[in-house]
């Protein structure tokens, strides 16, 4: 069978002022769209023609978009036939009152078109986005499957209903500029200024001056409400408690007490102070019904007797107390002595932290969700995974992705639709992630609960949010940025507040080796050793793996980085195995080669000999460097014992002139003379003292020169090229 040739007809354009003539066929309707990411609109019609003139009818705003992207095909044309030439009659430029007011385009075939014709063009439209369900798998599970649903929110924001339209969903953002290709354009000429301008006063309003009332403490709660103002809060409902600090957080895996529920020494006894907080426990506890099940902790500290039997009075004592307040949560006590201390150390303030009663979620509190015999569905990989996927194709064009719908869409206008793209199993797991993030202060103590996933598919994942489901419920929300195939994302959902990361770095450095010396200029390297101290303490209820984002020093190499993962040049992911409540450390070490130039003479003896240690030089050479390091450590001790001395006859020096002083104050007194010769003789020795170390320090004058000029020949021909 022949195929049908197509021709791209050419276009002529001419203004049309009055009324158009007879509307397309029927047959001429909208068959396919493909929706770009930044707002543009690709749209087919085909059809078959049965005359001379075609119109098209447009929104005001989208008639020159049509006029620069507008495509004419006319089909099924044989070897002899003539194609039709085709001119446009638009609509004067202005002559629509406003932007969304109808306007049409007439096309005209000539000759007469007598077979179907395909009409093109791109306009403005609803961009599409992107939106993902990540369902991760069960605690303890062996496999590490998640599944993963993408999908597109489109829009039809025209005047005509979508009605079996095959939609292409692209990744790309195909430049495209606004131009008023109707309106006629007049070129700007230069203009007098300054000639006959006056002395003006303001050419617009003046304003004056707006500022907020005063926040000492910065909180966000102005001065006049804060209850608090000199200690940083948050908001509350309770006008006594506006701007003060939170005592209670609430968090996706349990509920923790800022202020802990203080005790005295010995005692089991709530004291007053502590019933305020108890209060604030109570109210938040009514707060999170959906959680069933919460830990008491009782805790003593170690210079308390019977530890054991005094936490667990204490966590019953904290229990009756907030049933009294009206909580209807089951409450489970628990002591742990002296076993979990706050804070270690051996003063009464570290001790007193450490008598306290602390609350957590129990853990498995998730499973209590709607369960599948109660009527609602489970939310696991295994059950999402029978939805179908929405994209029967992915193709790569001009650099994007373009997803083909399988089915037709029908859609009015006017209204918008969800579609699945994809719903297949991944890579994927829970895992905590630290990564200090300002968006999150919390973060910088805290890691982030995240969910991480493999793209080990064919598609690109474009930038949209992220629901997490975790246990059969909703447990966050996250961001994916754009992820390619072959590429991994750890996308955070939520913080655990339970698990605390604290990080410590120290940078030392090392002498290494000579480079080079020439001329008395001695060229060393130094290593300089970062070590970065991650302490981790988990919570009782975490995932298996915490991934640490280290932030490489600039100039520095890694190294041998533990577990680590996606290695970048600013940043990498040190992945750590944890076990619930167990305390670890991780260091990461990183080194950093330098090199800078002394003159040798100025050179500290000690550091010169690490840097000889450390080189690699033919003997002749060592033994003429060891022989300077040698002169080098003789000048400094000579220079070594100079200072004291010098200090020592400055003293007697001062010593002497106190002498004299004294002396000539009694030398008119008479009955002074055992006086006078006891200062002589004082006088004397003294002088002696000072000659003594006057000799001292002209001989090691003398031998600092000596070694001074010594070293001086022994490096004026020593060369050293190490490189």
């Known amino acids: 069978m022949k195929l049908a040739s197509l021709a791209i007809l050419p276009l002529a354009l001419s203004a049309c002022a009055g009324p158009l003539a007879k509307g397309p066929s029927p047959d001429l309707r909208l068959r396919h ?29 989208e008639v020159d978009d049509v006029l620069k992207s507008m495509v004419v095909v006319e089909q099924n044309l044989g070897p002899n036939d003539t194609p039709s030439t085709v001119s446009a009659l638009l609509p004067r430029s202005g002559q629509a009152s406003g932007p969304e007011d109808p306007a049409e385009v007439e096309l005209v ?22 939106t993902y369900r990540v369902i991760l798998p069960a605690k303890g599970q062996k496999e590490k499957r998640a599944l993963l649903q993408a999908w597109a929110l489109i829009s039809n924001i025209g005047d005509e209903d979508w009605s079996e339209v095959d939609v292409t969903l692209a990744t790309g953002a195909p430049l495209s500029y606004v131009s008023n290709l109707r309106a006629p354009t007049m070129l700007d000429r230069p203009e007098l200024k300054g000639v006959y301008d006056g002395e003006g006063g303001a050419s617009a309003p003046v304003l004056a001056e707006r500022s907020p009332g005063l926040d000492a403490d910065r909180d966000g709660v102005l001065d006049h409400d804060d209850a608090c103002p000199r200690e940083p ?93 009206g909580v209807s949560t089951e409450l489970v006590t628990r002591s742990n002595g002296s076993r979990m201390p706050l804070a ?52 790569a064009v001009a650099g994007a992705f373009r997803y083909a719908i399988a089915n037709p869409v029908t859609l009015p206008k006017k209204s918008s639709a969800l579609i699945t793209l994809i719903n297949r199993p991944v890579a994927g797991e829970d895992v905590l992630l630290f990564r200090p993030d300002p968006a999150a202060p919390a973060s910088a103590t805290h890691p982030f609960r995240a969910a991480q996933i493999e793209n080990r598919s064919a598609l690109g994942l474009q930038p949209g949010s992220v629901s997490i489901f975790s246990g059969g419920t909703f447990v966050g929300e996250g961001v994916l940025t754009r992820l390619l195939p072959g ?39 130094d290593r300089y050793r970062r070590v970065t101290v991650y302490d981790v303490r988990p919570g009782r209820d975490v995932p298996e793996t915490l991934l640490l984002r280290h932030a490489r020093a600039t100039g520095f190499e890694p190294q041998g980085l533990p577990g680590c993962t996606d290695a970048t040049p600013d940043a990498c992911l040190v992945e750590k195995k944890l076990a619930p409540g167990v305390p670890q450390k991780v260091a990461v070490e990183e080194t950093r080669l330098s090199q800078r130039e002394i003159p040798l003479v100025e050179a500290d ?25 040698a002169l080098r450590r003789a000048l400094d ?9 010098r200090r020592r006859r400055a003293e007697l020096i001062d010593r002497a002139a106190e002498l004299r002083e004294s002396l000539r104050t009694i030398e008119r007194t008479p009955q002074a003379g055992k006086l006078r010769q006891t200062l002589l003789d004082r006088l004397a020795d003294v002088a002696r003292q000072s000659e003594e170390i006057g000799a001292k320090i002209t001989q090691r004058i003398e031998d600092v020169a000596m070694a001074r000029a010594e070293l001086d020949e022994t490096l004026r021909d020593l060369v050293i090229d190490g490189r």
């Not at 498995?364 to 009527?375: C, I, T």
């Not at 001790?637 to 001395?645: M, V």
């Open 33 to 61: 769209v493909v929706l770009y990411q930044n707002g543009l609109g690709y749209f087919e019609r085909t059809g078959a023609m049965s005359g001379e003139r075609l119109t098209l009818r447009f929104r005001e705003r």
């Open 109 to 130: 075939f000539s000759p007469a078109a007598r077979r179907p014709v395909s009409i093109a063009y791109a306009v403005p439209t609803a961009a599409w986005k992107a």
């Open 233 to 325: 809060g948050s908001e509350s409902p309770y006008p006594n408690q506006r701007g003060c600090p939170n005592v209670v957080r609430l968090a996706s895996s349990e509920i923790q007490i800022l202020t802990q529920v203080p005790f005295d020494k010995g005692s089991d006894v709530i004291p007053p102070r502590a019933r305020p907080l108890l209060e604030e426990i109570a109210r938040a506890l009514k707060s999170v019904p959906h959680i069933r099940t919460f830990y008491v902790d009782g805790h003593a500290s170690a210079d308390e007797a019977g530890a054991e039997d005094l936490a667990a009075r204490r966590a019953a004592a904290v229990r009756a107390a907030l049933l009294q307040l």
């Open 344 to 395: 270690d150390g051996g003063t009464e303030d570290v001790r007193q932290r450490n008598r306290r009663v602390s609350l957590s979620a129990a853990e498995g509190w998730r499973a209590q969700a709607p369960s599948p015999e109660r009527g609602a569905p489970a939310i696991t990989p295994e059950a999402m995974e029978k939805a179908p996927e929405g994209a029967a194709s992915v193709d």
């Open 487 to 525: 590429e991994s994302a750890t996308i955070p959902y939520a913080i655990d507040s339970s698990t605390e990361v604290r990080a410590t770095s120290m940078t030392t450095e090392v002498p290494v080796r000579i480079v080079s010396l020439s001329r008395g200029a001695l060229r060393v390297e």
């Open 605 to 629: 003896s000690e550091r010169l000999s690490l840097y000889l240690k450390g080189s690699s030089l033919p003997a002749e050479l060592r033994a003429r460097m060891d022989r300077a390091l």
């Open 637 to 645: 001790a000579a220079n070594a014992e100079l200072d004291p001395l």
